[in-house]
T-cell receptor
Framework: DSGVTQTPKHLITATGQRVTLRCSPR?????VYWYQQSLDQGLQFLIQ???????AKGNILERFSAQQFPDLHSELNLSSLELGDSALYFC???????????FGEGSWLTVV | GQNIDQPTEMTATEGAIVQINCTYQ??????LFWYQQHAGEAPTFLSY????GLEEKGRFSSFLSRSKGYSYLLLKELQMKDSASYLC???????????FGGGTRLMVKP
């Protein structure tokens, strides 16, 4: 158990809908990262927050957005969902900017 | 940007040694990580190299050559539970974002 908690673990939704994935980082970690992993594909970096502020942005679609709250938990919002958005979404956290990143168990999103 | 290459699949025998290579191209190298990922599960941290040389941790060792843009993960005394994907990831610049390679799927056979 890495200490990073993600909910929900599984989610099935229809095309065009909107979902919110939630992440609680390890105690004391200030940085939160979101990654997407499609079937048989590598981990694609989406976005990073540090202490409430956006720190880095990867290949995140405009339909996707994220935020980190004062209590350091983070949410990833996915809207106008398409079939291709079906993937495993991982949240990860680290203490600061130069530490090992630890991953949560992921949220399985299936768009039908 | 970065380009990270590792073999897609490897097969090895239980009890043997296997070396998984990773090559990368980056403009501001700031560390290389190896993670293990079982199918459908979270990646788990294995090792971290920022200086040239070998880091040993039990049955797993990781090597880095910054001048060659090259790393390898060495797994000794292979066990069936070592069947998993092994992900090479590079940190670039001052931030802590990791860019991952496509992963190497290792199958350990009896």
């Amino acid at each position: 158990d890495s200490g990073v908690t993600q909910t929900p673990k599984h989610l099935i939704t229809a095309t065009g809908q909107r979902v919110t994935l939630r992440c609680s980082p390890r105690s004391g970690d200030l940085s939160v990262y979101w990654y997407q992993q499609s079937l048989d594909q590598g981990l694609q970096f989406l976005i990073q927050y540090y202490n409430g502020e956006e720190r880095a942005k990867g290949n995140i679609l405009e339909r996707f957005s994220a935020q980190q709250f004062p209590d350091l938990h983070s949410e990833l919002n996915l809207s106008s969902l398409e079939l291709g958005d079906s993937a495993l979404y991982f949240c990860a956290s680290s203490v600061g900017g130069t530490n090992t990143i630890y991953f949560g168990e992921g949220s399985w999103l299936t768009v039908v | 940007g970065q380009n990270i290459d590792q073999p897609t699949e490897m097969t090895a025998t239980e009890g043997a040694i296997v070396q998984i290579n990773c090559t990368y191209q980056t403009s501001g190298f700031n560390g290389l990580f190896w993670y293990q990922q079982h199918a459908g599960e979270a990646p788990t941290f294995l090792s971290y190299n920022v200086l040239d040389g070998l880091e040993e941790k039990g049955r797993f060792s990781s090597f880095l050559s910054r001048s060659k843009g090259y790393s390898y993960l060495l797994l000794k005394e292979l066990q069936m539970k070592d069947s998993a994907s092994y992900l090479c990831a590079v940190r670039e610049g001052a931030g802590n974002m990791l860019t991952f390679g496509g992963g190497t799927r290792l199958m350990v056979k009896p």
